[in-house]
């Protein structure tokens, strides 16, 4: 079976500075990896994604992330956060052949001015 | 915007009480899902259609029922209603089935009292 996990709950970071939310995953097959972000009383938003290919991806709003095979990570970034990107972010998977696509539990975003 | 709908955004119901949600994808997307989002659980995986027809099921209740119309949009319906169905129901879609991003409606908004 597919999971995911995001080990923080919580990140808080200062406007300017790096920003990193973790994700691991867990599948049997090919991993088919996914950021949203979530605003308040919002649809999800989708970010990134990764099928194949290179392991950096390059997404919306500045946004990459970095897959790592060997430690199962999908971690998101972001070289310089702004306040606007205080959010509700959610890595997700879906393993190849199979049509579920399963979220983590999300960390909340906070940049602080 | 998403270019996916969901009505109403809203709903205060009853214990005991059905109630329909209703999603229209994006155009041209075949694909539909339903989730649910709640504080203890997060975001579950409920159905999936492709084309009208049903292609995944997750952690639905036998409560729960869904279709998808011949014009593709799609109905969740809820019935026998308790109080742990409060949620946040959101509706997805995505051109094809596999790596497509999903686009998200905003949700309704259910409460039963």
């Known amino acids: 079976a597919q999971s995911v996990a995001q080990p923080e709950d919580q990140v808080n970071v200062a406007e300017g500075n790096p920003l990193t939310v973790k994700c691991t995953y867990s599948v049997s097959g090919n991993p088919y990896l996914f950021w949203y972000v979530q605003y308040p009383n919002r649809g999800l938003q989708f970010l990134l994604k990764y099928i194949t290919g290179d392991n950096l991806v390059k997404g919306s709003y500045g946004f990459e992330a970095e897959f790592n095979k060997s430690q199962t990570s999908f971690h998101l970034k972001k070289p310089s956060a702004l306040v606007s990107d205080s959010a509700l972010y959610f890595c997700?998977?879906?393993?190849?052949?199979?049509?579920?696509?399963?979220f983590g539990a999300g960390t909340t975003v906070t940049v602080r001015a | 915007d998403s270019g996916v709908t969901q009505t109403p955004k809203h709903l205060i119901t009853a214990t005991g009480q059905r109630v329909t949600l209703r999603c229209s994808p994006r155009s041209g997307d075949l694909s539909v899902y339903w989730y649910q989002q709640s504080l203890d659980q997060g975001l579950q995986f409920l159905i999936q259609?492709?084309?009208?027809?049903?292609?995944a099921k997750g952690n639905i209740l036998e409560r729960f029922s869904a279709q998808q119309f011949p014009d593709l949009h799609s109905e969740l319906n809820l019935s026998s209603l308790e109080l742990g169905d409060s949620a946040l129901y959101f509706c997805?879609?995505?051109?094809?089935?596999?790596?497509?991003?999903?686009?998200f409606g905003n949700g309704t908004r259910l409460t039963v009292t």
């Open positions: 259609y492709y084309n009208g027809e049903e292609r």
């Open positions: 997805a879609s995505s051109v094809v089935e596999g790596n497509s991003p999903l686009h």
């Open positions: 997700a998977v879906r393993e190849g052949g199979d049509y579920k696509l399963s």
